[in-house]
């Protein structure tokens, strides 16, 4: 018994050798297949280090490159930015300039406005006065027409002593004043004493006689070298003669006689007749 103990023995480290020996050798095959994969991995990683050094190095070319391109662009841009500068503070000081004097024309208008203002005030009340008073007139305009032409249709029309020819007369001072407006004929008044003569117009007069119980009386009318004797005649009544060298109607008119042997009236000539001469007294 104790032979086979002492045989079985070396059975058993022998089987824990090999053991050992498998576990070293799996070991070993293990560190070859890890260290192939490392390897492996090591040449991948190496592979692509250099592809990026490589391409780092075309960055720093392509960086290189694009600096220069930029300093050159900087430098053209700050030349042009320098000119426009330039131009800008020329520009804004025009500006301002043009601004300080915008500000000195428009306070100037505002001035000028003001005045004008007060003047149009001032005109405006004066033509507001105006059109009052051209109101007032046009009031005594149309009345003063009406006036006229009543006194118009208050004017009398009478045949004259000559060829039965009729003219409206005047019988007092307002109605001869209407027939001066009328601006067909000249007018001249007059006051004859009896027995003294007197020049009306371009002709000469003398009273004759005068009753003025009756209202009558007689003249006599010196023209153009002759005598014209009007006997008799009545108040308001025309005494018609023809003179000049170109024959025009005249016409007087006696509208009052009174009881001092006076009568007083108008002498009427047409427009176109000549005018008494006027001497100057020295």
Known sequence: MRDEIVEGTPRTHSGALLASI???MLLGLGGIIWSYTLSTQLATQQQALANAAAQNTKLTAALQDTDAR???ATDALKTSLGLTQKQ???????LQIRAVRGEQTAARLATEQQQTE????AVSSAVTDVQTDVGG????????KSDLVDTN????????DLNGHSSLIARNGAELEILKHKGDRDYYQFTLVRGQKKQVGTVTLELKKADSKRSRYTLAVFSDDKQYEKKDKSLNEPLQFYSGKDPMLFEIVVNNVSAKNTVTGYLSSPKGAPV???VAER
């Open 70 to 72: 930029l300093n050159v």
């Open 276 to 278: 008494p001469v006027v």
């Open 153 to 160: 249709t208050q004017l009398t029309s009478m045949k004259g």
């Open 88 to 94: 800008l503070d020329t520009r804004s000081a025009a």
């Open 118 to 121: 007060g003047k149009v005030a």
């Open 22 to 24: 498998a576990v070293a």
């Open 137 to 144: 007139v046009k009031t005594d305009v149309a009345k003063n």
